[in-house]
């Protein structure tokens, strides 16, 4: 066994602890063009990621050195044993303040959730065809993932589970054809009625004029870029943040002018990053890191949790807002600007900035709605007030509400 | 000092000709890559970090044809890959019952070839303990000269790259080195956090470490500056765009706009322009692993294809597109040497490598001098591309103001820049006589497939939607 090797190679002098994270992969995937097969493929892979620690004093401080390095299967021994040597040496450089590894063992394995469909199966269901829509292309990839970490003090536990992501581009046409991009990540299948939903939006993208120059009105995100703005909060909540400076919130303090609630939760279901164990091997556990807006836990692994003096919640998995009270249909009453599909929405942690050019909105003058298209809207989450929808959804790691009303942002349209 | 191929890979190749003479008996088409890639990413911040770089790989890919192209990737090698071969890929093809986007054979003249890239200064002969002190120093510096630093971050990387293409009647090896810096200042005054950062890349050894000694002021006073910056007003404005920023906008405005496998997809709205002019007289631009010397370049792409330089838009006209093999076959085109994989892992698209316009006749000096109110655009965080909708969208860290032809001391940031492709690129009216190219990023097909790419090209006035 070439973990059971590595470990043989880690214990020796110079090496404090050490932990290896073992990763197999099994892959199937189907690339297409329009409904016709362009490509399939298949992967097999094994990686050793291995971390060593040295401990060493300075002016009667301990300090903690390490170095991560990757073994391969295709490594013999002497190679594995010169890579250890050339990781030992550079640790002693790294002068960073003492941290234990995990020391608590578990005994709980985590078994594959579900079975899933086999990947022809969901093929065969795959609406590449609808009325006025149809699916450029899209591929196809389903990877069976098994973890196992081992460390020096005894810690041996595993992860196995199925990551499904599907990617696809939709097309319809009205006076020139337009496009939308969609990507789906679940650890089961993805429902027939989200792809639906994307089909019914490429129809709206297609009659979507530009984006008119508007001010002051709401704007509704939808979808997945409400995820990417809660990344501010969480991000801000992190003890890797809070002790390499990027963040200075404090337990106890409001994060936000507005009420909402927030999770680090490693269990949700149908997620693709829902763990059991990190890849220190700690035990991930659900924690409620910001309640009514008001801070009450800092999520960190083991080393900042411990630098910090606060209990640990393992790596990030999942990340869960609770949803709000308002339903969606009830943010478009009056003037407002609803988004769903950008392309590339992005919220900057560290400074709060957000926003992305739109591909797909609809705007209400109060009385009408048209679809729009074009333009951009950018703000700053700490200036903003916003409201969520009691809908919710999944996509990637976030789990929660599946619009975010916000006034303060600024919409850049044409006049 | 040249770079050598890796003993792994050189000890390797006897056994996949083996695999790839059993499997020639069956199939008319069969290749393998095999990548060594080894790296060390050193970081510097509040605390220290090594560890591999992200680019680090060890593994194959073989592809077969049978009507089309199919792939199996791996990184054990022993007996069972030909029975893996057929039982993951081969059967589950079979067992398929749609319809197929057949794709003719691969048609290969003889070809051998070796290139061993050359640098200064090789990685592995200046120990950890040197590049971590130098690192350190770097951070050191900088909280010495600032009183409201919050964090500082100074990286280096080093990617030894080695990789075999093997085929009927390819033999290719290549082995080359990459490094990159980067340094980034956040400050912080009251609630307010700003950044700015400074990037270093290149075909080049251990000596970036040199030059990014001279960033830590440049960066620190920056951020700095950024601290009392504004938001825009949204509108359309006058810009001159750094060549990091122009950099970006012929790499999201042209460069995913071109990749042919969007023509074979019937994604590029750039099909029914070829030969038409898409952009202003003094826009030349270029693409290729062969056209600039910087981290995107190589002997021969992940097919087995040797690198070129590829002229897309010459003095305005779109000349042409970026293509992998299969895409090329498909659309009976020659190929260009732009098929990258992110990893043997993964399957290979047309892909960017080094991407620019040329430089004009302009001095920057008159190009600020000609606007009357508009922005000078500078650092690029991410770039997004919309190939069928020519949409694009830029975030920029940060323009100062020009007014009367003169640059004020009002700074806004962030920038979000968005547009129409042509209506930008038609809009250039100047270029300035520099050139610089940049590589610190990595570039996304979609949201995924991520291959190290560099970008840049001369200072450039134009008009843009700033938000």
Redesign the interface.
């Known amino acids: 066994m070439m973990v059971e090797l590595i470990a043989e190679l880690l214990n020796r002098d110079g090496i404090d602890d050490w932990k290896i994270l073992e990763r197999k992969v099994e892959g199937?995937?189907?690339?297409f063009?329009k409904?016709?097969?362009?490509?399939?493929?298949?992967?097999?892979?094994?990686?050793f990621f291995v971390t060593i620690y040295h401990d060493f004093e300075r002016e009667g401080k301990l300090y903690r050195g390490?170095?991560?390095?990757?073994i391969?299967?295709?490594m013999k021994r002497e190679?594995i044993k010169s890579l250890i040597e050339d990781?030992i040496?550079?640790?002693?450089?790294?002068?960073?303040?003492y941290y234990p590894v995990v020391n608590e063992k578990h005994t709980i394995s985590r078994t594959v959730p579900l079975d899933p469909e086999s990947l022809?199966r969901i093929?065969?269901d795959f609406p590449f065809k609808s009325k006025d829509v149809w699916v450029?292309?899209s591929e196809f990839f389903l990877n069976r993932v098994e973890e196992r970490i081992v460390n020096s003090k005894g810690v041996d536990v595993s992860n196995a589970l199925y990551r499904l992501y599907v990617?696809m581009?939709t097309?319809a046409k009205s006076k020139e054809?337009?496009?939308l991009?969609w990507?789906f990540e679940r650890s089961y299948p993805v429902v027939r009625m989200e792809i639906e939903e994307a089909i019914m939006a490429t129809r709206e993208r297609a009659k979507a004029i530009f984006t008119p120059?508007v001010k002051d009105i709401p704007v509704i995100l939808s979808g997945e870029s409400v995820g990417e703005f809660f990344k501010y909060p969480l991000y801000k909540t992190s003890g890797l943040y809070i002790?390499?400076?990027?963040s200075?919130v404090k337990k106890g303090e409001r994060i936000l002018n507005e009420d909402f609630t927030m999770w680090i939760d490693p269990h949700v279901e149908g997620s693709a990053y829902s763990l059991n164990y990190d890849e220190d091997g700690f035990l991930c556990k659900r924690v409620k890191v910001i309640e009514d807006s008001k801070v009450m836990n800092i999520w960190a692994d083991v080393r900042y949790a411990y630098y910090l003096g606060i209990e640990p919640t393992g790596h990030l998995t999942n990340f869960v807002v609770e949803s709000g009270k308002e339903s969606e249909s009830s943010f478009e009453d009056g003037k407002y600007l609803k988004v769903l599909s950008f392309?590339?929405f992005?919220m900057?942690p560290?400074?709060g900035?957000f926003?992305?050019?739109i591909?797909l909105g609809w705007y209400s003058d109060g009385r009408k709605k048209v679809a729009v298209?074009?333009?951009?809207?950018?703000g700053?989450i700490?200036k903003c007030d916003f409201a969520l929808s009691s809908e919710s959804q999944l996509t990637g790691n976030f789990k929660g509400p599946r619009s975010v009303r916000i006034t303060g942002a600024?919409?850049?349209?044409k006049r | 000092m040249k770079v050598k191929l890796s003993e792994?890979l050189e000890e390797?190749i006897p056994v996949l000709e083996e695999i790839i003479e059993k499997l020639s008996q069956k199939y008319r088409y069969v290749s393998i890559l095999g990548s060594d890639v080894r790296g060390?990413r050193y970081l510097v911040?509040?605390?220290?970090?090594?560890?591999?770089s992200n680019w680090?790989e060890?593994?194959f890919v073989v592809r077969i044809y049978d009507g089309?192209?199919?792939?199996?990737?791996?990184?054990?090698?022993d007996d069972s890959i030909v029975d893996?071969?057929n039982e993951?890929?081969i059967k589950?093809?079979e067992?398929?019952?749609?319809?197929?986007?057949e794709c003719p054979l691969i048609e290969e003249e003889k070809e051998e070839g070796v290139f061993e890239g050359e640098v200064e200064i090789l990685p592995e002969t200046v120990?950890?303990?040197k590049k971590?002190?130098m690192l350190s120093s770097m951070r050191d510096h900088a909280y010495s000269i600032s009183e409201s630093l919050?964090?500082f971050w100074a990286i280096y990387e080093e990617v030894n790259v080695s990789k075999v293409f093997l085929s009927g009647k390819k033999h290719l090896n290549q082995s080359y080195v990459w490094t990159q810096g980067y340094l980034q200042a956040?400050v912080?005054k009251d609630?307010k956090?700003?950044?700015s950062y400074e990037g270093y890349s290149g075909m080049k050894g251990a000596e970036i470490l040199e030059e990014m000694v001279s960033g830590v002021d440049k960066v620190v006073k920056e951020a700095e500056s950024l601290i009392d910056s504004t938001?825009i007003e949204?509108?359309e404005y006058d810009v001159i765009c750094s060549p990091d920023v122009a950099g970006v906008i012929a790499h999201e405005a042209f460069g995913h706009g071109v990749e042919m496998d969007m023509f074979?997809?019937?994604?590029a709205k750039a099909v029914e322009y070829l030969g038409r002019e898409v952009a202003s007289k003094l826009v030349t631009m270029h693409d290729g692993a062969r056209a600039a010397k910087q981290v995107a370049s190589y002997f021969f792409d992940d097919e087995g294809v040797i690198g070129k330089d590829t002229i897309i838009i010459d003095k305005g006209i779109l000349k042409g597109g970026i293509s992998d093999l299969?895409s090329s076959l498909r659309l009976g085109t020659k190929p260009t040497g732009n098929g990258r994989r992110e990893s043997f892992?993964r399957?290979a698209y047309s892909r960017m490598t080094n991407t620019f316009f040329e430089p004009g006749n302009d001095k920057l000096d008159d190009m600020i001098s000609s606007i009357k109110h508009g922005y000078f655009l500078e650092k690029v965080?991410?770039g997004?591309?919309?190939p069928?909708?020519w949409?694009?969208?830029c975030?920029i860290l940060y323009g100062r103001e020009i007014k009367d032809g003169r640059l004020t001391d009002r700074i806004v940031s962030?920038i979000?820049m968005?547009g129409?492709v042509p209506d930008l690129l038609k809009s250039i009216s100047m270029v300035s006589e520099d050139l610089e190219l940049s590589g610190v990023g990595a570039c996304g097909k979609?949201?995924?497939e991520f291959v190290k790419v560099s970008s840049g090209g001369p200072y450039i006035k134009a008009r843009a939607?700033?938000?």
């Open positions: 199937e995937e189907f690339f063009v409904d016709s097969l362009d490509m399939n493929r298949a992967k097999r892979t094994r990686k390490s170095s991560d390095f990757t391969y299967p295709s190679e990781n040496f550079s640790s002693k450089f790294v002068e960073n303040l022809d093929i065969h450029n292309s990617e581009i097309t054809e337009v496009e991009y990507s120059e002790y390499e400076h990027l200075n392309s590339d992005q900057d560290v400074t900035d926003g992305g050019e591909r298209t074009g333009g951009s809207i950018s700053n700490t600024q919409i850049g349209g | 792994f390797k060390k911040t509040e605390d220290i970090k090594i560890s591999d680090n060890r593994g089309l192209y199919l792939e199996y990737s791996f990184d054990e090698i893996s071969l993951k890929v589950e093809f067992r398929f019952e749609g319809p197929v986007l120990d950890a303990g971590i002190k919050a964090n956040i912080r609630e956090t700003k950044y938001g949204p509108g074979v997809k019937g994604r299969i892992e399957k965080s991410s997004m591309e919309d069928k909708n949409g694009i969208q975030w962030p979000l968005t129409y979609g949201h995924k939607r700033l938000g």
